[in-house]
C-alpha cells in the first residue's frame, strides 16, 4: 500500500518567492496534518483537517502560511511570500479519525 | 496541558548492547494514548506504536519492547542486542481521547557504535 506522498522532496528558493508544498494522504484516511520541524522547535503542528475541512490552524505562523485541502486526495500547504525563516522540514501526516499518524517523508525547505 | 519529556538528549552505546529510552508525560485526560516514532538520518518518521491508557501491558516486537507505567508516568523503550541500523532520533508522543494535537519530546538521539 502507498503510504503518505508529499512533494517536492527538496525545495530551495529565494525569498519573496512562492512555495507550495503538495500531500497525498493515505487512501482511506480522512484526517491530514502538516507539521514543520526544525532544530530549534522540534515538530509544530501547523494545521489539521479533518473530512476536507480545516479544524484547527492554530499553529500555522502567520498569514503567509496558508493550507488547502480541495479533496480527501490532495492537500497543499503555501508560502507567500517565503522568509528564510521558512526553511524547515515540513511534514504530512494522515490518519483514520484521531487513529495513529502516519507521515510523509518530508519536503525540505530552504530559503535564501 | 500535555507535555511529554525525553531527557535523555543523545544516547551512544557500542552494538549490541541494550539500551533504555525514557518518556515521561503529562496529562489530566483519563483516555490518551502514547506513540513511539523513529526517524532515521534520512529523515523520514516511522511510526513504531500506539498504547492507550487503558492497557498497561508491556509490549515486546522483536527486539523492541515497551514498559508503560501509569505510575510513574512513563513509557519507556527499550532496545535489545541494539545494531547500527538502529541509530535514529526516537520521539515519544502523546494525545488525548477525541481529537487533540500530538504532543511530540524533543527526541533522544541514538549513536550505535559497530
Known amino acids: 500500500d502507498a503510504g503518505v506522498i508529499q512533494s517536492p522532496r527538496h525545495e530551495v528558493t529565494e525569498m519573496g518567492q512562492e512555495v507550495t508544498l503538495r500531500c497525498k494522504p493515505i487512501?482511506?484516511?480522512?484526517?491530514l496534518f502538516w507539521y514543520r520541524q526544525t532544530m530549534m522547535r522540534g515538530l509544530e503542528l501547523l494545521i489539521y483537517?479533518?473530512?476536507?475541512?480545516?479544524?484547527?490552524d492554530s499553529g500555522m505562523p502567520e498569514d503567509r502560511f496558508s493550507a488547502k485541502m480541495p479533496n480527501a486526495s490532495f492537500s497543499t500547504l503555501k508560502i507567500q511570500p517565503s522568509e528564510p525563516r521558512d526553511s524547515a522540514v515540513y511534514f504530512c501526516?494522515?490518519?483514520?479519525?484521531?487513529?495513529?499518524?502516519?507521515f510523509g517523508p518530508g519536503t525540505r525547505l530552504t530559503v535564501l | 496541558a500535555q507535555k511529554v519529556t525525553q531527557a535523555q538528549t543523545e544516547i551512544s552505546v557500542v552494538e549490541k548492547e541494550d539500551v533504555t529510552l525514557d518518556c515521561v508525560y503529562e496529562?489530566?485526560?483519563?483516555?490518551?494514548?502514547l506513540f513511539w516514532y523513529k526517524q532515521p538520518p534520512s529523515g523520514e518518521l516511522v511510526f513504531l506504536i500506539r498504547?492507550?491508557?487503558?492497557?498497561?501491558q508491556n509490549e515486546i516486537s522483536g527486539r523492541y519492547s515497551w514498559n508503560f507505567q501509569k505510575s510513574t508516568s512513563s513509557f519507556n523503550f527499550t532496545i535489545t542486542a541494539s545494531q547500527v541500523v538502529d541509530s535514529a532520533v526516537y520521539f515519544c508522543?502523546?494525545?488525548?481521547?477525541?481529537?487533540?494535537?500530538?504532543?511530540f519530546g524533543t527526541g533522544t538521539k541514538l549513536q550505535v557504535i559497530p
Open positions: 508522543a502523546l494525545s488525548g481521547g477525541g481529537y487533540q494535537k500530538v504532543t
Open positions: 498504547r492507550n491508557s487503558f492497557d498497561e
Open positions: 487512501s482511506g484516511h480522512n484526517s
Open positions: 501526516a494522515s490518519s483514520f479519525e484521531t487513529d495513529t499518524q502516519y
Open positions: 496529562t489530566r485526560d483519563t483516555t490518551y494514548y
Open positions: 483537517f479533518n473530512n476536507n475541512v480545516p479544524i484547527d
